[in-house]
């Protein structure tokens, strides 16, 4: 009898033991949904995929080449009337230097090297962001003849000048913001703060196909902008702003 009182006190210790032991673990233990453990992994996944830069840069090139250019986005181009006919006949050569302008500042940029102003005919002075820092190895005077080479133009040095080429760059800027993004991106995607400057003719390089690229994709939108030749630099727009025409009436 004494034995089987023992046996069930045993029984009924076990089973308390058991009992505290699976509340502990319920206590420490966290219990990872499975939608949540699916979801950090994909999003860890698509952290460490690479960009696409080639479908990107062809996603923003397009969308340049799409953008009809209105009547009142032309006028930006005029601010200076008394060369409202030179823009209208040469407007590629003055996009292509406001062009230029972005992409070499995005250049400058991530060598950190101070900003600059396209100068068709002569050399650029090229300076460090920081003053104290000391071209040891005459690098800058190397960068300063490479750009000088990409950037030459007499044609466009004849017909305008430095303030148009920035009136050029707010325009792109404002009506165009993938074209600075393409240059961002080709900059990230060749890591050039990596690169010394010896290597600066092939990013040179490579910057002047990303800017024939961009220059073909405003050459179709300013194409399918205007459906008539320029006469004496007027042309027939295809994205018309009413309320712009009726200001100009007005005006």
């Known amino acids: 009898m004494f034995i089987k009182i023992l046996f069930l006190l045993l029984l009924v210790t076990i089973a308390e033991l058991n009992k505290n032991f699976n509340s502990n673990l319920n206590e420490n233990t966290t219990i990872v949904p499975t939608n949540d453990f699916l979801t950090n992994n994909i999003s860890n996944q698509q952290k460490i995929q690479s960009k696409n830069y080639t479908q990107i840069y062809q996603q923003l090139l397009n969308k340049i080449s799409t953008h009809c250019i209105s009547d009142r986005e032309y006028e930006e181009l005029y601010s200076n009337k008394l060369k409202a006919g030179l823009v209208s006949w040469f407007l590629p050569f003055l996009v292509d230097g406001g062009i230029k302008q972005i992409g070499l500042n995005e250049i400058r940029s991530k060598l950190k090297l101070k900003k600059q102003k396209i100068n068709y005919l002569n050399i650029v002075k090229e300076e460090f962001e920081d003053k104290n820092k000391k071209d040891l190895n005459n690098t800058l005077n190397y960068l300063q003849n490479k750009i000088r080479f990409y950037s030459l133009n007499k044609i466009a040095n004849l017909l305008f000048w430095q303030e148009d080429v920035i009136i050029a760059e707010n325009f792109l800027d404002k009506n165009f913001p993938e074209i600075r993004k393409l240059f961002q991106l080709k900059n990230e995607e060749m890591e050039i703060e990596k690169k010394p400057f010896e290597t600066i003719e092939e990013i040179l390089l490579q910057f002047i196909l990303m800017r024939n ?28 702003d009413t309320k712009f025409q009726e200001n100009q009436i007005k005006n």
């Open 213 to 240: 690229n961009i220059k073909e994709a405003i050459r179709e939108s300013n194409s399918e902008s205007t459906s008539a030749t320029p006469y004496f630099g007027f042309f027939t727009f295809n994205c018309s």
